[in-house]
């Protein structure tokens, strides 16, 4: 539900002539952080057990915002 929206943004604050490579990039680096994340989880979950596993993709979505927030500017 969420990705056709962050698409939107991403679309929405590229520069025309760059937004090509710019949605490539989003996408590139969300299906990475599929993979990342899923072998991530894993690891803390072998370790730690599930309830870190998830408070650590938690953890990791907050910064995530936090980097949004503090570097993104309104086009």
Same mark, same amino acid.
């Given at each position: %539900?969420?990705d056709?929206?962050?698409?939107?943004?991403?679309?929405? +604050? *590229?520069?025309p002539?760059?937004r090509?490579?710019s &949605?490539?990039?989003?996408?590139?680096?969300?299906? &990475? #952080?599929?993979?990342v #994340?899923?072998? &991530? +989880? #894993?690891?803390? +979950?072998? %370790?730690? #057990?599930?309830t870190?596993?998830?408070?650590?993709?938690?953890g990791?979505?907050? +910064? *995530?915002?936090l980097v949004v927030?503090?570097? %993104?500017?309104?086009?």
């Open positions: %539900m969420a056709p929206a962050l698409i939107a943004v991403v679309s929405d +604050a *590229s520069h002539q760059w090509a490579r &949605l490539g990039v989003y996408r590139f680096r969300r299906d &990475l #952080g599929y993979a #994340g899923a072998l &991530l +989880a #894993g690891i803390v +979950a072998d %370790m730690f #057990g599930i870190w596993a998830i408070a650590t993709v938690a990791i979505t907050f +910064a *995530s915002g927030v503090a570097v %993104m500017r309104e086009t």
